[in-house]
């Protein structure tokens, strides 16, 4: 086995009498390559198999490696392609285990189809959504992440996997699949040195994060511990020091963003990448690793080769309850979880003050990764895959690709999100095997996936017959939550307006199809195309910002709530730095940290049950929660009281004031319209949401207890005419009551686990309610008894709390 440094006569001589060749696009640098490639070549070498490494970023001159490839030029992954080929086609007697399904693969298939060769497919990250030749992708679909990895799955003599989460996704794709973790090396990591002088990270209490910092996801990750750490008492963050090690695309970004939220966060230490070879030195002087993972699909396929080294070295690990840990560690055992913010924070303080437990947990660890999760430990299992994987196999479109096919069936302005295709095509897998559709999740049954029905490469791309095609779109057409509940709404139908959004709506999700809206957006999107990218750069933003749009803004009502705000107010000139704003919120929220980068002043006010408590908190000298949202905050610019609407004096104008998460309707609307109408100066803004009801209620239902207003309130004599009659305030413009089948299509039942999926219509009982957003101006002063008569006319709201304020916060 070669390492990576080693200069050669003939670079690939020694590929040619190996019997594996591991073969990755990244480098030794890296850990998944590094370990699933490098050091299981070790472990083979050991168990008497010749094994060798081809790295297109060690051996090829790949320029980059990691995150930083999917911006490379297409033109140049297909160049590294043709050198692996070369140099992989030279024996076609080796086994190749390839490690990802990158823009490496080419290589494997070209060695394959021309020699024969047999591989192994090791699939250690979910990379669903790295796609490796987007330019290429309509002219060849099955280079489409999901099909290459499909594809590449089922052509595997036997697949790797690292974790519990991508089994589950791999092994129906191949039978042969095996889990094996991203173990570690003891030669490398091992608790030898602890217990010596700490000359290098000092005798405090050291916690570790290491690691690439890629992108978003861990960044996310990253302030999120930075957080819990600042949260700790002071006396236990006095005896700790938290380091963080880190490289890749986001770390000079991750830097920026630390310094901005804590500038005088002492025993906060930021080290630049310290070379593997080293790293076990690096963890003899450590007491706590963390890994604090969000809950999503990366993060919970993931196999984490930082935790392994932590056992091995007698670290112990905090963690949240994500991905691989929750199966290789017992909580309060051989691991402390927490999961939130300040139940994190209390185990990390806990570990930092409690020597005896923090030394239990670290030990138990150890032992089980001993016994566990060593490289010497799993290398003959490894060697039993690949000798059986050696041994033969037995046994021996359409015109137009489909992402176009799409977007003209369902008359698309805009290119198609990639993500609405890749959703599409797990539902239409998921419904052909199921025997009786009716059974079958409503939420599959949508525009795009009928559409899809229709295309003409669907057989040869996705093995459904034209006959079984034809019963799925006959019973989509039937058994879609747009042909079951439209004929129960009192909406009437209609398209949306022409032009731009209106302020005034009821959620609506196809408003990114405006040309205008969309090159709005992406000033305030900014979780998106934050690092640099060249070459392909600009499609990638594009492509990104296509998902995300799709993912937040028209599949969630809780991210499209605020984004209308922001539209609004940018619509109405109050964005432009100068203008104060006032919010009233139920929770912590990023959105009015997100607007201290654009006005002049903000102040939250806290209606939440919790307020007192945090009032509490505030005072006792500890971090204030609502200032905890992993967001860029100007906090000179920002205010936030826990005492209440009280807390606000009345007299102080502002600009606007915005109420989020249904908070209008805590104390009552009429007395928030009140106490909002004294704060406003004259020309002021008001914004709020309401939930409308969009069938009528039964026979023998007055009205009492229905979730939201009826939907006449949006129309003429509706809530317009009642706050001009009685009221300082008027609506802004007129209301888009349009409701697509695309978004009755996304309809929950309120009680369900399909509640907490992305959604805006929702049925509580036997009503239909979807959020509708408000803009109002202050006109005038309002009569002394308007508000009371107010009150009278709108219809009765359910009480905070209840199913209404639980369906418009599902998915906030």
Avoid at 72 to 90: F, H, I, N, T, V
Avoid at 202 to 212: E, F, P
Avoid at 411 to 429: C, F, K, Y
Avoid at 762 to 776: E, I, K, M, N, Q
Wanted: contains cysteine; charged residues 25%.
């Amino acid at each position: 086995m070669s390492d990576p440094k080693t200069a050669f006569g003939d670079p690939f001589a020694r590929l040619d009498d190996a019997e594996v060749i591991f073969v990755s696009q990244d480098g030794h640098a890296l850990a998944p390559s590094r370990v699933r490639c490098y050091s299981f070549a070790k472990a083979l070498n050991q168990q008497g198999i010749r094994a060798e490494v081809l790295s297109f970023f060690d051996h090829l001159g790949a320029p980059e490696q990691g995150a930083a490839v999917v911006a490379r030029p297409e033109e140049e992954k297909l160049r590294l392609a043709l050198l692996g080929y070369d140099a992989l086609s030279r024996n076609p007697r080796a086994l190749l285990y390839v490690q990802k399904t990158g823009y490496h693969i080419p290589a494997i298939a070209l060695a394959a189809a021309r020699n024969g060769n047999r591989f192994i497919l090791d699939y250690d990250d979910y990379d669903l959504d790295s796609r490796s030749y987007r330019r290429l992708e309509p002219w060849f679909p099955s280079l489409a992440p999901d099909r290459l990895l499909a594809t590449t799955a089922r052509h595997a003599e036997a697949c790797v996997v690292s974790s519990c989460k991508i089994f589950d996704f791999v092994a129906p794709l191949n039978p042969n699949t095996h889990l094996i973790h991203t173990v570690a090396d003891l030669d490398l990591f091992h608790p030898g040195d602890r217990g010596q002088a700490r000359a290098r990270f000092g005798d405090a209490v050291n916690i570790l994060w290491c690691g690439d910092v890629w992108g978003d996801i861990p960044m996310r990750d990253i302030l999120f511990a930075v957080d819990a750490f600042a949260m700790m008492p002071p006396a236990a963050r006095a005896r700790a020091r938290f380091h963080i090690v880190g490289f890749g695309l986001a770390w000079e970004e991750l830097k920026h963003r630390v310094r901005m939220r804590y500038p005088d966060l002492d025993r906060l230490v930021l080290h630049e990448r310290i070379a593997p070879a080293e790293f076990g030195a690096v963890l003899a002087e450590m007491d706590i690793g963390i890994l604090p993972y969000a809950d999503n699909a990366f993060n919970a396929s993931k196999s984490p080769t930082k935790m392994f080294e932590f056992l091995l070295a007698k670290v112990a690990v905090c963690a949240t309850p994500v991905g691989e840990v929750v199966h290789c560690l017992e909580n309060g055992r051989s691991v402390l979880l927490a999961d939130g913010l300040e139940r994190y924070s209390d185990a990390l303080a806990r570990l930092v003050v409690d020597t005896g437990f923090r030394h239990r947990i670290a030990e138990e660890a150890h032992r089980i990764g001993m016994e566990r999760y060593t490289l010497d430990g799993i290398a003959g299992r490894l060697a039993g895959i690949v000798r059986v994987a050696s041994a033969p196999r037995s046994g021996g479109a359409s015109g137009q690709a489909l992402v176009p096919f799409m977007e003209k069936a369902l008359g698309r302005r805009r290119t198609i999100a990639p993500r609405e295709v890749q959703l599409a095509r797990a539902d239409l897998q998921a419904l052909q095997g199921m025997e009786s559709l009716e059974e079958a999740e409503p939420r599959r049954w949508s525009a795009p996936l009928l559409a899809m029905l229709d295309w003409p490469g669907l057989e040869a791309a996705e093995g459904i017959a034209p006959d079984r095609a034809r019963q799925l779109k006959e019973a989509g057409r039937t058994l879609r939550n747009a042909a079951r509940f439209r004929p129960e709404l009192a909406l009437p139908a209609a398209d949306r307006p022409p032009g731009p959004p209106r302020l005034c709506k009821l959620a609506a999700a196809e408003d990114w199809e405006d040309d205008g809206w969309w090159g709005w957006v992406r000033r305030f999107k900014t979780n998106y195309a934050s690092f640099p990218l060249d070459a392909d750069g600009g499609r990638l933003i594009d492509e990104d910002g296509l998902n995300h749009l799709y993912s937040y803004f028209k599949r969630s009502r809780g991210a499209w709530e605020r984004v209308q705000y922001l539209y609004g107010l940018d619509r109405l000139g109050l964005l432009d730095g100068a203008a104060r704003v006032l919010v009233a919120s139920r929770n912590e929220d990023g959105f009015y940290l997100f607007l201290t980068g654009h006005a002049a002043r903000v102040a939250v006010v806290d209606l939440g049950e919790r307020a007192g408590e945090h009032a509490a908190r505030v005072a006792s000298g500890r971090m204030d929660l609502w200032l905890s949202k992993p967001r860029t905050v100007h906090r000179e610019r920002l205010a936030v009281h826990h005492g209440g609407l009280g807390d606000v004096p009345e007299g102080e104008a502002w600009d606007a004031v915005i109420a989020v998460q249904n908070a209008a309707f805590l104390p009552g609307l009429a007395d928030f319209l009140a106490w909002a109408d004294g704060r406003l100066r004259t020309g002021g803004v008001l914004a709020f949401a309401t939930e409308i009801r969009l069938n009528a209620p039964g026979p023998d239902n007055d009205g009492a207890g229905l979730v939201g207003w009826p939907v006449s309130m949006l129309g003429e004599g509706g809530f317009a005419a009642h706050l001009v009659r009685h009221t300082g305030l008027e609506v802004i413009g007129p209301v888009d009551a349009s409701l697509s089948d695309a978004t009755l299509d996304r309809l929950v039942v309120t009680g369900t686990p399909a509640a907490a999926n992305p959604h805006f219509v929702a049925r509580t009982g036997a009503d239909l309610h979807a959020p509708a957003v408000w803009f109002c101006r202050k006109t005038a002063a309002t009569p002394t008894d308007g508000w009371r008569r107010l009150a009278e006319a709108l219809p009765r709201q359910p009480a905070a709390g209840s199913a209404q304020s639980a369906a418009a916060d599902s998915s906030s």
